[in-house]
């Protein structure tokens, strides 16, 4: 200790020389003061002390009462402002937690006004480099690759949907077991890609992947025909057959596919959109040998061709009766 006027602040006790009936010094001439140390309030006198109120525990206890009285257990901490023998002012306290090489913005006693900083707290962002090295990830994705490095691999997309195919068909029926293994499927490809530019700091709308995701996932492959004209293994899409299930007796049996969006601009009936795609060549010599007709049904092949797209209040049809 200092001089004869001086008073400990420790959080630790700390004895006076010679004294052992007063844990805590003060100073001789100051007046008797409240205080708290160790979630105790206690006075600076001895003799005060003997008589008054105090919190031990967070339980508001009497030393003039004896043990058998009723008690006042608090279940807040903070600081006390005010207390008498008929009431205690407490102002509640919030903990926080703060993680190593946090910035403190207020310190202890300080007031702290609504919506100001208190801490900022430190931390690392890790990243693979460059956005470049998640494309191939993204692509595996897009286009629906079963193979990894030349080798097939279990956790493909094919692979996946014929799993969730197999799994609610023994549950739901045939049109609902479809499309609960499409909800499914679009969810794992959404997921995936947003994993990939997250990972680099990018965020991107929903919206914008789930428009390639449904044209992904928006066919079907036929297995049985049943009245119908179609072929086992004929693509459609599953609108279609559903529109048409529910006019027949014996339905449509079919299963889900998911389509790559190189294949998936392929697999459309106007060869016009899918020639301007990719592997033009091939696709036009396919439709000159069918003798295929193009029906200008969709947008591309209307912007390809200068005629007013099919969109909008704007375009009107006649019908001629």
């Known amino acids: 200790g200092g001089g004869g006027g001086q008073k400990f602040r420790s959080a630790a006790l700390r004895r006076r020389a010679g004294s052992r009936c007063d844990p805590f010094v003060g100073a001789a001439n100051e007046p008797p003061e409240n205080w708290i140390r160790g979630g105790v309030i206690a006075a600076a006198d001895a003799r005060a002390r003997a008589g008054a109120n105090y919190i ?70 890790l990243k693979a480099g460059d956005i470049i090295q998640g494309i191939p990830k993204v692509e595996q994705f897009f286009e629906a690759r079963t193979t990894k490095r030349g080798r097939l691999f279990r956790d493909s997309l094919p692979s996946l949907l014929k799993g969730l195919f197999n799994r609610y068909k023994s549950k739901y029926p045939l049109e609902l077991a479809v499309r609960q293994s499409f909800y499914k499927i679009q969810q794992i490809i959404v997921d995936g890609v947003h994993r990939v530019y997250k990972s680099q700091g990018v965020t991107i709308a929903d919206k914008h992947l789930e428009v390639i995701v449904k044209q992904m996932t928006s066919k079907v492959r036929i297995l049985d025909g049943a009245q119908t004209g179609f072929f086992p293994g004929e693509i459609v899409y599953l609108t279609f057959v559903e529109k048409i299930n529910s006019f027949l007796i014996k339905k449509i049996t079919y299963e889900p596919l998911v389509l790559g969006i190189t294949k998936a601009s392929l697999e459309v009936d106007s060869f016009l959109s899918a020639s301007s795609f990719q592997q033009t060549t091939r696709v036009l010599s396919q439709a000159a040998i069918y003798k295929k007709k193009d029906y200008l049904k969709g947008l591309k092949e209307n912007v390809i061709l200068g005629n007013l797209i099919p969109a909008g209040t704007g375009y009107l049809v006649k019908i001629e009766i």
């Open 56 to 125: 031990r525990g967070g339980v508001l206890r009497s030393r003039e009462a004896p043990r058998t009285e009723n008690i006042t257990a608090f279940k807040i901490s903070g600081q006390i402002i005010h207390y008498n023998l008929n009431k205690i002012t407490i102002r509640r306290g919030q903990p926080i937690f703060i993680s190593p090489k946090a910035i403190f913005h207020k310190f202890d006693g300080e007031f702290i006004e609504p919506r100001t900083p208190v801490i900022t707290l430190s931390y690392q962002q």
